[in-house]
C-alpha cells in the first residue's frame, strides 16, 4: 500500500496508536474471486447475515475497505485473531460456526503496513 499521501503526522497519529494490527482478506478458500478479495477488515458479525459487493446473500456480516485508515485495528495478534474467529453457533458437522474462516486472511503489523 502507497502511504505517501499521507503526512507523517497523520500516519503517526492513525496507525501507531496502541492499536497496530489489522486483518486483510487475501480472497475465499476455494480459490474463487470475490470482491473482498485484497480488502482490509472493517466489521465481522457472525450473528447477522450480510450482503457482499455484488449482491449475494451472506451467512455473517463482513464489511471491508480499500482505506486503511477505516480499518478495524487491534492491540496484538492475539486479538486480531480471536475476533477473526468469532463464531455464531454449531455447523451441521458439530463444528462452531465460523463464516469468517472461509477466507484466507493475513495479520499485519505497523511495521509491515509501513513497509509496503
Known amino acids: 500500500m502507497d502511504l505517501s499521501q499521507f503526512s507523517p503526522k497523520v500516519l503517526q497519529a ?24 485484497g480488502k482490509w477488515l472493517k466489521s465481522y458479525d457472525p450473528s447477522s447475515e450480510g450482503v457482499s459487493h455484488d449482491g449475494r446473500r451472506m451467512i455473517a456480516h463482513i464489511e471491508v475497505t480499500d482505506d486503511l485508515l477505516e480499518a478495524i485495528r487491534f492491540e496484538d495478534f492475539k486479538a486480531a485473531i480471536a475476533y477473526s474467529r468469532r463464531s455464531d453457533g454449531i455447523r451441521a458437522d458439530g463444528k462452531p460456526n465460523r463464516p469468517l474462516t472461509a477466507f484466507d486472511l493475513e495479520y499485519i503489523n505497523y511495521e509491515e503496513v509501513v513497509q509496503k
Open 14 to 37: 492513525s496507525l501507531r496508536s496502541a492499536h497496530m494490527i489489522w486483518i486483510k482478506i487475501l480472497g475465499i478458500n476455494t480459490g474463487e474471486p470475490t470482491s473482498f478479495d
